[in-house]
């Protein structure tokens, strides 16, 4: 597609439950990241792929947490028994290739945690 | 450890003026990006401006440039003739390598609010 397209937009869900979050990168992009940012806080990295590859998953708050992208395109972010301190603004980012310049972000999908 | 710091608190600016936005790195890679986003109040994030820890000369894009101190290790990013659009949240971030693998990493942002 044109851009970095994310969904939901938003997502309430109740503790506990678990969630997963769709990104749809920039067509033909090959490296997509994943980040996480927090009210008045510069994103923070989880995780990135190159094509199907999960290259860095280091930024992965613990093993709640979990990313994929089977066919080197889209990929989904899933968040098991969800907390409260999950909530936050979950972005993700393509770039055309590993090492490329400039990450395009996609709008991000606000996970609220009740 | 790579690591990013912007420390400004909220800055008003008065539109028609220049502001400028402080940002120190930390690094060890001889070989290093640096990039400057914009976050409006829509909450997007904005591409604004790159600059290599090899290119000979600070970047400039339109009203944007980057004031690179290479010795001094900052990045600091340059708006000429604010305009109200312009207030946001403005991020910087450097490209650092673990292991063989890119990523970038997020400063805490500087405020802008541009007054009429």
């Known amino acids: 597609g044109a851009g970095v397209s994310q969904s939901p937009r938003y997502k309430v869900t109740k503790r506990g439950q678990d969630v997963a979050l769709r990104c749809d990168p920039i067509s033909g992009h090959v490296s997509l990241y994943w980040y996480r940012q927090a009210l008045g806080q510069g994103p923070e990295f989880l995780t990135y792929f190159n094509y199907e590859a ?3 998953k280091s930024g992965l708050p613990n093993d709640r947490f979990s990313a994929e992208r089977p066919e080197g395109s889209i990929s989904t972010l899933t968040i098991q028994r969800t907390e409260q301190r999950d909530s936050a603004m979950y972005r993700c980012a393509s770039s055309p290739a590993t090492g490329a310049n400039v990450l395009t972000f996609g709008a991000g999908s606000r996970l609220t945690v009740l | 450890a790579q690591k990013i710091t912007q420390t400004q608190p909220g800055m008003f600016v008065q539109e028609k003026e220049a502001v400028t936005l402080d940002c120190t790195y930390d690094t060890s890679d001889p070989s290093y990006g640096l990039f400057w986003y914009k976050q409006p109040s829509s909450g997007e994030m904005i591409f604004l401006i790159y600059q290599g820890s090899y290119d000979q000369q600070n970047a400039t894009e339109g009203r944007y440039s980057l ?26 971030a450097m490209r650092v390598t673990l292991y063989g693998n890119n990523r970038l990493a997020f400063g805490k942002g500087n405020q802008v609010v541009v007054i009429p």
């Open chain 1, 54 to 56: 999960q290259q860095d």
């Open chain 2, 67 to 92: 004031n690179f101190q290479k010795a001094r290790k900052s990045a600091n990013l340059v708006i000429s003739a604010s305009q109200l659009g312009d207030s946001a949240m403005y991020f910087c």
